[in-house]
Structures are given as structure tokens and as C-alpha cells.
């Protein structure tokens, strides 16, 4: 794959309080495969991405944005190989003729900022055109399903995302000066269209996506400690009989950082603290199959080094 890509943009002052910036990105993909089979495959791709982005200043605290840009998600390299991976209960097949998801996107929103509170929230809208996703292709290969990545559809996404930082200095309480509660919440919608005709969400899309995090911090000691909780909510399959396909997941993270000397400091993590199983779903037409993947706990320590 060749990947050639340019862009300019530049901020403009309208007035004291109101600025835009336009912005224009050009990118040109050629993109040549080949199978050990000798089937082979190759495109050229080229997407011109236009950007306008607004900020308005209503104050000292309050800041208003909108912003519509053209963007592009381009196919991963397993995804366009042609290729075929054989398992126990399926093949899957790559997919040279897969074209790019192109969306037109919207964003309007607004935030509050003071010295111990943070609060934000952002609508968004994403037109999108040939929705990447795997499907089955009704082809059997000794015995086994072929599946293969193909463009779908059309459809949107579209929802809400909100945003919390609470600085528990405003309590005032010397115990909780150093720490802080920071929160966020993502609302979705998604509707595609498919190539038979039929409208349905988009696959593995759930409705909400919330984290959480009590952090304490003391930058004069380089010291940083964190405990996160994600949730992502239940996926439906189905709006009118909301089918579960998989359920809800609850996750907890715990981090920690220090300084031990100049630049250097020493970190330890530990991911998934409860031991969580995450669920992993495959949706083809009427069959949901939903399987639980025990990961455990992970635990990372290590140096970082800023210069």
C-alpha cells in the first residue's frame, strides 16, 4: 500500500469571541494484493476531506462549538487480503472490493470550565455510506459457513455525549483537596439500511457507553492515582422485541504513578480488578451466537521516562 496524504488549515478570528477554522485534507491510496494463490487485487483510492470547525466564546467560561467535516474509514489490511481463514466453525474470507466508508459529519455542543468544574456535552451526527461490516454469505465450504467483510449499506449514528470534572477542592475539605471525580457518558443511536432493503441497527452498536474515575494528584511529587469503572450497556439486535445479544459489562481499572527521580517515574496497573468475563457476539440474519471470554485480571508495571 502506497499512502499519500496533505492537508492545510488555519484558524480565523471573526471577532473577540467568535473564530473558524476551515481546513481541506487530500489523500490518495494505491493498493496492490496478492494471494499465495495467485489471486490478486488492486485499487486506487483518492478522498477529498473538507473541514469547518466554529468556536464561540459566550464569557470567560462558557465556550460554544460546531464543526462539519467529510471523513473517511478506510478497510483494514486482513479485511481487503484474499485470503481464507479456516477454523472449527467457519471460514472467514478477505475482501479485495471493499470500498471505504465515507461520512458526512456533524457536531454541535458547548462546555463550562472553572477552576474545579468541568462540564460538556456534544450532539453528534454521522451520515455514513457503505457501513463496513461481516456477514455471512450463505456459501458452504465443506460443511462450513463462509464469511466474508462486505459494504452493507447506508445508515447513521447519532447521539449524545456528555462530559463531568469535579474538583472536590470546592467541597472544601482539606482530606479531598487533591482529589477530583471525572465522568462521561456516550448515548447512541444507529439506523442501516441494508443492501435487501431492511433497516436495523448497526451490528455490536450499544446503546450507552459510561466511565468513571476517582483520581488524586500531587504534580509537585509526580504521584497519580486512579480507579476507573466502564459499562457498556446490553446490544440489541432487534428494536421491536429488544433482543439482548449480549449483556451488560462493568469493568474496573486501577492505576498508579510516581516520580522516583527527575524525568523518571515508576507505574503499575491492573486492569479488569474483578475478574469480569467480556461477552463477544456474532449476529447473522435471525441467529445471534454469543460467547463469554475470561481474560481475568492483567497486571502491568513498568518505567516512563518525559522529556
Do not use: C
Not at 477530583?180 to 431492511?198: H, M, Y
Amino acid at each position: 500500500e502506497y499512502f499519500f496524504a496533505g492537508f492545510a488549515q488555519d484558524t480565523i478570528g471573526l471577532t473577540d469571541r467568535l473564530s473558524i477554522t476551515p481546513g481541506l485534507r487530500f489523500e490518495h491510496v494505491i493498493r496492490e494484493s496478492t494471494s499465495g494463490t495467485g489471486v490478486s487485487g488492486h485499487a486506487t483510492i483518492s478522498d477529498i476531506l473538507p473541514s469547518l470547525h466554529a468556536v464561540y466564546r459566550a464569557g470567560d467560561r462558557v465556550a460554544l462549538r460546531a464543526s462539519i467535516s467529510r471523513q473517511v474509514n478506510r478497510p483494514k489490511f486482513d479485511e481487503l487480503a484474499p485470503f481464507q481463514d479456516e477454523k472449527p466453525d467457519k471460514i472467514t474470507a478477505g475482501n479485495p472490493d471493499l470500498k471505504p466508508a465515507r461520512a458526512w459529519s456533524l457536531d454541535v455542543g458547548g462546555d463550562y470550565t472553572s477552576r474545579n468544574l468541568f462540564f460538556g456535552v456534544n450532539l453528534f451526527h454521522r451520515q455514513i455510506k457503505d457501513v463496513i461490516e461481516q456477514v455471512d454469505t450463505g456459501i458452504d465450504i465443506g460443511g462450513k459457513d463462509l464469511f466474508r467483510v462486505e459494504n452493507v449499506g447506508d445508515g447513521f449514528v447519532q447521539g449524545i455525549e456528555l462530559e463531568q470534572r469535579v474538583g472536590l477542592a470546592i467541597l472544601d475539605v482539606p482530606v479531598l483537596e487533591h482529589f477530583s471525580v471525572r465522568a462521561n457518558q456516550t448515548f447512541i443511536r444507529s439506523r442501516l439500511e441494508d443492501r435487501t432493503g431492511q433497516t436495523r441497527p448497526f451490528k455490536q452498536q450499544p446503546d450507552m457507553i459510561a466511565n468513571a474515575s476517582l483520581v488524586y494528584e500531587r504534580p509537585e511529587s509526580g504521584t497519580s492515582v486512579s480507579l476507573s469503572g466502564n459499562y457498556v450497556s446490553s446490544i440489541s439486535n432487534d428494536d421491536a422485541v429488544k433482543e439482548d445479544t449480549t449483556r451488560r459489562e462493568f469493568f474496573l481499572d486501577f492505576y498508579a504513578e510516581t516520580r522516583i527521580y527527575g524525568a523518571v517515574s515508576i507505574f503499575g496497573w491492573v486492569q479488569n480488578i474483578t475478574g469480569e468475563e467480556r461477552h463477544k457476539i456474532k449476529i447473522e440474519n435471525a441467529k445471534t451466537e454469543i460467547t463469554d471470554e475470561d481474560t481475568g485480571r492483567s497486571f502491568f508495571i513498568g518505567l516512563k521516562a518525559k522529556f
